[in-house]
């Protein structure tokens, strides 16, 4: 037997250790399953390339826990360390770091890129135990060792009677991690980090059922069997070309990843790309909407089929981490615990190429099934144009499938929209206008009254519209987008002709005067001589204003402090109305108040404006009307 020292002189680097990633002390099986799977691929390849001359077999990495014995055991099969091997490794090159370490690294461990670099795979061990055995063989023809530590710089290695090729390694569990001593939790780490790992990973067994033979009688008890139970899916289907795989295989692989998800995803985009970087992963799009709610379900990060995290910020341009899905990339730089990235080059190309990968893969999608596409709009919609607005690079291609619907449910792209809207929806001065509601029921009478008109009105309603539209405008010049509501519709598509107005200036300043004697503060009166047919009242909110306060309330909007602003409207009285001559012409006052207030609540009505005790006073003024 063999007494010794690790090679390292601080006493007290365990504990260091312990403390450094205690936040995270549960990865310590992810570490000690990643190492056994390595072993394992690593015999796999000397075998295929005739430097182990023994049988692969079918491995598989088994996990026991010892209940009793506080005990959890990871076994593999695969290469295996002599004893020079667990001296060199496990002794030396584990800890040649050691005191760089503690002096690099002691005040931000958790911050730090240091896995690999100490042997923190293998020591994570020491976070749930209070002694750490190994017994080994090697492939080669060489006898077993045994390696013990408790957890100080001590070990002893020693000769062992082991038969079979492979690494078990015991650890006596401490008494404050005695949790892991549960089948459950072990269950659960397991499928949480493990679940896609490329070697079998074998806990305990479990009961099967086999089929009842054709020629069994009625009263046939079906037999059951004690198997293996395998936890991981050792093949994921992103693992395979895209050519190997069926829809039904990426629907199916969708469940596996989430179980609880019981709304089919609408499409998926399988990602496969070994230069400048190696990256392969299946991202999903799921059914969003318009609402931007976190997502519960999250993309996965993989490295080399080992789960990382959930956050991939950084790594997945923002606007699609509302998809789902999985991301492998063995290029990605991660900290100590693997659970955060590293400032480095390499990431902002993975998140380019994935932008790229998604924008062809949406007009891919949009050539070959335009109705489908369609169909799906108003699901994805939000994913995507938080994308226009968020990455140059996707804004770029976007006008190649992004869509703009009408209130009437057609479809067009940009390019489309403007050669179908520019004989009708020219102004004088040779703008293009774009008219769009936010909502078909509380702008309806506007929208009508656009369609009588010939105009196409647009429904864009998702919540960061007001932002996209800007930089549409931004980059188009000649075109504007107008809500319908913002303005009697002569104003929002200015032609030459003038409507002259019944009433003379005189009247008309008489008029106004009346009429803002009993009008709140909040509206504007605006005087219009419009066609006589035309609304009396029409409420209106200036498109200006609004816009900066809607972009104000969902982030930006470079106005400070618009989102806090009380709402401002327009109240656009028609000259030409009876009902303006009316109210012009009325002596009685308490009449002519009655008039006014009487026609604001309607055109308060038509834009969703009267609420509360307004309303039920407009109801029983109402009725007392009609006795």
């Not at 020693?158 to 001593?181: C, Q, Y």
């Amino acid at each position: 037997m063999t007494t010794g020292k690790i090679n390292v002189s601080v006493e007290n680097i365990f504990p260091l250790i312990k403390k450094f990633l205690y936040s995270d002390h549960e990865i310590f099986l992810r570490e000690l399953v990643s190492n056994g799977t390595d072993a394992t691929l690593k015999l796999k390849h000397l075998i295929s390339i005739g430097e182990a001359k023994v049988e692969y077999g079918n491995p598989v990495i088994e996990i026991k826990v010892d209940k009793e014995g506080k005990k959890i055991h990871i076994i593999d099969q695969g290469l295996g360390m002599t004893a020079d091997e667990v001296e060199k490794y496990i002794n030396q090159v584990a800890f040649s770091g050691a005191e760089e370490f503690l002096d690099k690294y002691k005040d931000s461990a958790k911050d730090s890129g240091i896995i690999g670099h100490f042997g923190l795979g293998f020591y994570s061990a020491f976070m749930v135990a209070e002694k750490v055995e190994i017994i080994t063989k090697s492939y080669k023809d060489e006898p077993a060792a045994h390696w013990t530590c408790d957890g100080s710089p001590e070990f002893t290695l020693e000769p062992a009677d082991k038969t079979s090729r492979g690494t078990e390694i015991i650890l006596h569990v401490a008494e404050d991690s005695l949790e892991f001593l549960e089948d459950s939790k072990i269950s659960g780490l397991l499928n949480k980090y493990n679940k896609f790992m490329p070697i079998p990973i074998k806990f305990g067994t479990r009961t099967e059922t086999l089929p009842k033979p054709e020629d069994a009688p009625e009263d046939y008890i079906n037999e059951t069997v004690e198997t293996d139970n395998i936890i991981n899916n050792p093949n994921p289907a992103w693992t395979k070309q895209p050519a190997e795989l069926s829809d039904e295989d990426y629907k199916n692989f969708y469940r596996e990843l989430y179980p609880m998800q019981f709304e089919e995803p609408l499409f998926n985009i399988h990602l496969n790309v070994d230069y400048p970087f190696n990256l392969t992963g299946i991202l999903y799009f799921p059914k969003l909407g318009t609402d931007m709610q976190i997502q519960k379900d999250k993309i996965q990060l993989y490295q080399n089929q080992v789960y990382v995290t959930d956050n991939v910020e950084g790594i997945v341009p923002e606007f699609l981490t509302m998809l789902k899905g999985v991301i492998d990339s063995p290029d990605i730089p991660l900290n100590v615990s693997r659970s955060g990235l590293q400032a480095d080059g390499a990431v902002k190309k993975i998140s380019n190429y994935i932008t790229r990968k998604v924008a062809d893969k949406l007009k891919a999608l949009f050539t070959e099934n335009r109705a489908d596409f369609e169909e799906k709009w108003n699901d994805i919609k939000i994913v995507l144009e938080y994308g226009m607005l968020s990455e140059d690079k996707f804004y770029e291609k976007a006008g190649a499938f992004v869509l703009y619907p009408t209130v009437d449910d057609t479809y067009f792209t940009l390019e489309e929209l403007k050669e179908k809207l520019k004989d009708n929806q020219t102004d004088k001065d040779g703008k293009l206008i774009v008219l769009y509601a936010g909502n078909k029921d509380a702008q309806h009478s506007y929208i009508e009254t656009a369609k009588e008109k010939g105009y196409e009105v647009l429904l864009l309603d998702s919540p960061i519209i007001s932002h996209l539209i800007q930089k549409i405008e931004g980059d188009n010049s000649g075109l504007s987008f107008v809500r319908v509501d913002s303005d009697h519709i002569d104003n929002l598509i200015k032609k030459d002709e003038n409507t002259i107005s019944k009433l003379s200036d005189e009247e008309k300043e008489t008029l106004k005067t009346s009429l803002e004697s009993y009008i709140p503060k909040a509206y504007s009166v605006q005087l219009e001589a419009m066609d006589s047919q035309a609304a009396p009242f029409i409420i209106t909110q200036p498109e200006f204003m609004r816009r900066m306060k809607e972009m104000s309330q969902s982030g930006g909007g470079g106005m400070f402090g618009m989102g806090n602003m009380p709402e401002m409207y327009n109240l656009i009285v028609n000259t030409n109305s009876d009902l303006a001559a009316s109210i012009l012409n009325t002596e009685d006052k308490t009449h002519q108040e009655h008039l006014v207030k009487q026609a604001l609540d309607l055109a308060k009505l038509s834009q969703n404006l009267l609420k509360g005790e307004a309303l039920t006073a407009f109801v029983k003024r109402s009725f007392e009307m009609i006795k």
